[in-house]
């Protein structure tokens, strides 16, 4: 852990002990750092960065307060505050980090998050027993998080409200006996108080571990409102204005290992581009296998299992009429198919990855992904619409995505149709001949069959890295069709099946 | 009900009967056909209509098969399925409505509708009791939701498959029978076959009162599968190149009653804006109100009661301080602003009061829109961004629209904030002297105070023609903010005290 190394000490005692302000210092200050709040929030609206700020802290130190006062003091049409608490059902049925990534702040605005990522985080750690499990896996998984974001251009401002015990027992009885605001201390306030030790051991371990250089936490005491209140302003006022002069530290050019290794892997090369299935084989093992998919979906959704399918392939490798004889299997209340073009002017506000997440599937859904997240790596990469470094970190954090959904227990199978040059110029010509098809080729794919050896560096070298044993490419034996929705159709049933055993077991 | 007159007749039986093709015409035909739709959905692409097609008809009539049928033959990117069956959490705390718009397709698109919104009508309708319910309130809704959106460019084209007692019964049969396809014949499709003539009549009943001239069905026998397919294809073909051509017919000035009587209900000169409070009684009332509001905001999360709150008002009327007002009384994890300026473009591809559906309230949560759908009959109307014929329609919509709030139980309160135009002059000078507050004040807002009389016209009509007992307009004296904020949040509470104790009772 980066962020532990040198912050042994106790966070909350180097805080700044509270200054109190004269009510008229107060409101001069507050009227200059309003006017220079609203200044550098115009200019960020002019970047293509964003900031995420995290209001966390002690019950009763007022990160209610704080979030109302920020959106008094901000303009309230380039901010959104989320909450991550009661969640519906259609959050809690998605991968954990959905959340988070739905309440993203668009390129130029901000997004206050109430608590952040860190709630959850401080309740599991009371236990000393899961706390370092915590650390190991969950506190990782954080840290790549914002690292992506940043590197995106979306900067995450971590506010903790810090109060001491007594402070806080004070604020509670204050209130417990003001009649007219005693409501504001709930009977789980009070609870909490009396565990104030243990939840601020847990908290403390929670910062340290997510204290990381480019991302640290800024602890600020509480107990003095009006103090309180001009420091998170200024502290707020501090990174906003860092953002938009937008020195961007240590972005690096990613590590990967060398790409000799890569060519004694080329997959591509491996796959048998000449097996055939005949058309009355073919015919009974289609509705052999559409009649097992089509079970196995069924009972998938009877255990709320959710499918990803992903389809890759060269132009004319025969992508769309593979996931028809798919679809064909699935009961069409079931299943939606996401075809991936160009982003819209919407999703380039947001990190490339923002689209994927909104259409995941819920709970026994499926969702079918014609083209992917891997047009980063592919596409991006050979027609240069991504910066090296950029496809480059694309690697990690697609397999960093790619888990997020294997956790949440998603059956994942992603296919790479693969065909000949030759069968490529076949098909390119056959299309020509039939009027229905003939929109479909396009100049763009003749320039495509130019760049063929760029092309297959990149999927040779996408396979490489984002294969794994939970999340494995195959690499269908596109030259015939037929073949191709066969093997496709086994290898889904094969997952799905082994998802459906383990769910029973 | 327009749509049941003249049409007493049994729909089904005029049912053109099927003609079996061969499969060598059937594929000419196709190849046609698929090439014509394709130009069409380009054609379509270029408008800023659209078009929702509902595939709806008799189990094993093969609405499966048809709409797989469509995404085959039309350009997938232009087209989404939706299914509104086992639908998620999400929507089931929205209104009922709240399902159908978020799958309306944006402009120069297609939509499919599994089902459409006439599945559970249906179900509901094999009731002799309840029909003749449905008939005056129900398919009235439906009308005037179709009516809205055809106004607005998005064509229905409602396809009803059609299948006889007897070939349903051979096509179970033939499905049984079948070792690879038995799997296809569901259970509760042998079910629904005993329950055939109950069903059959109910459909018949629900397809009378919504075949409106402008938006008929299309019943089609479903016998012959190569048929079928051909006509689905045609039916969407005529559809498709009407729309292009876009005769839109039947749009006519809304009949209004006259403004004479308008003159008469000047809502605002009624409001005595002398109404003052003093600081002390001020701040008692303000601690009261709040802690009352904050009480009842949890009673009402507790009973799963949403509430939408509408603030509109002059310039400089007070509606931002008055808002936090109302959010310094309500836990900041149970309600979200929505601030309302002008529409983005993705708002833009939809029918304007797409964007206010997105946001409304779950179960419990709360609402606050700072600005509104009555934009629409607002600025739009004063600007003349919208056309008369459009804002003089809205107001029926909006109360459309605002009964489907009240129908799920959500609590509704919209308020006015009045000021004197002296008064407004007062603020704005004010404002120029505060820094923060400078930005406030731009040259729209002085050329707005010279259109006064025309917004002054545009209020009282939008009092009066959208104020209901149900959905009462509330306009508060804003000359003194204090006075305002104590008015509103009275009101409040007395509106969530009513609906908590209603939930009670």
């Known amino acids: 852990m980066k962020g532990a190394t040198g912050q042994q000490e106790d966070m909350f005692r180097s805080v700044t002990p509270p200054k109190k302000i004269g009510s008229k210092a107060y409101e001069q200050q507050v009227i200059d750092l309003r006017a220079d709040l609203l200044k550098a929030q115009i200019d960020l609206g002019k970047t293509p960065r964003s900031i995420i700020v995290t209001i966390a802290g002690v019950d009763g130190a007022g ?146 571990c997510t204290h990381f250089p480019a991302a640290p936490w800024t602890v600020l005491d509480a107990s003095e409102k009006s103090q309180r209140d001009i420091s998170v302003g200024k502290a707020l006022l501090a990174c906003m204005e860092r953002t938009v002069k937008g020195r961007r530290v240590g972005i690096l050019q990613p590590t990967l290992e060398p790409s000799k290794k890569l060519q004694h892997n080329n997959q591509l090369d491996t796959v048998d581009l000449s097996q055939r299935l005949s058309g009355k084989a073919y015919q009974n093992s289609l509705l052999e296998w559409q009649a097992r998919c089509h079970r196995l979906f069924w009972e998938a959704y009877d255990r709320s299992i959710p499918t990803v ?110 065909i000949s040059p030759e069968k490529q110029m076949e098909r390119f010509q056959k299309r020509l001949e039939v009027p229905y098809k003939r929109h479909k080729i396009t100049d763009e794919d003749w320039r495509n069959r130019e760049k063929w050896p760029a092309y297959e560096e990149a999927i040779n070298e996408m396979i490489h890295r984002t294969d794994s044993p939970s999340a494995p490419w195959t690499v269908v034996a596109g030259n015939n069709k037929k073949f191709a929705r066969i093997q496709i159709l086994k290898t889904i049933c094969g997952s799905l099946k082994k998802a459906v055993e383990h769910h029973k077991g």
């Open 309 to 418: 399918l992903v389809f890759e392939g060269w132009d004319a490798a025969g992508k769309g009429s593979a996931i028809k004889r798919v679809t064909g299997a699935i009961d069409a209340r079931l299943y939606r198919i996401v075809c991936v073009g160009a982003p819209t002017d919407e999703e380039n506000q947001f990190h490339y990855l923002w689209r994927f997440w909104k259409p995941l599937p819920a709970a026994g859904r499926v969702t079918i992904f014609d083209r992917s997240w891997y047009g980063r790596v592919l596409v991006e990469r050979v027609e240069k619409f991504a910066k090296p470094e950029e496809w480059k970190r694309a690697y990690e954090e697609i397999n960093a995505f790619e888990k997020q959904l294997l956790s949440q227990g998603t059956v994942l199978c992603k296919f790479w149709i693969h």
């Open 63 to 208: 990160k209610g307060e704080v979030i109302q006062l920020l959106n008094e003091w901000l303009d309230p049409r380039g901010l959104e505050t989320h909450s991550f608490w009661n969640l519906e059902n259609e959050v809690s049925q998605r991968p954990y980090q959905w959340r988070y990534w739905r309440a993203l702040p668009p390129r130029g605005r901000l997004s206050i998050w109430f608590g952040g990522m860190y709630t959850n985080a401080i309740a599991s750690c009371t236990q000393q027993e899961s706390r370092s499990k915590w650390s190991q896996s969950k506190c990782k998984e954080i840290q790549a998080f914002e690292e992506m974001l940043r590197l995106d251009g979306t900067i995450h401002l971590k506010i903790w409200l810090h109060l001491g015990k007594s402070e806080q027992r004070k604020r509670l009885k204050d209130l417990t006996e003001n009649p007219k605001l005693h409501w504001r201390a709930t009977r789980e306030d009070w609870k909490h108080h009396n565990l104030y030790d243990t939840y601020s051991d847990a908290a403390q371990h929670v910062l340290k």
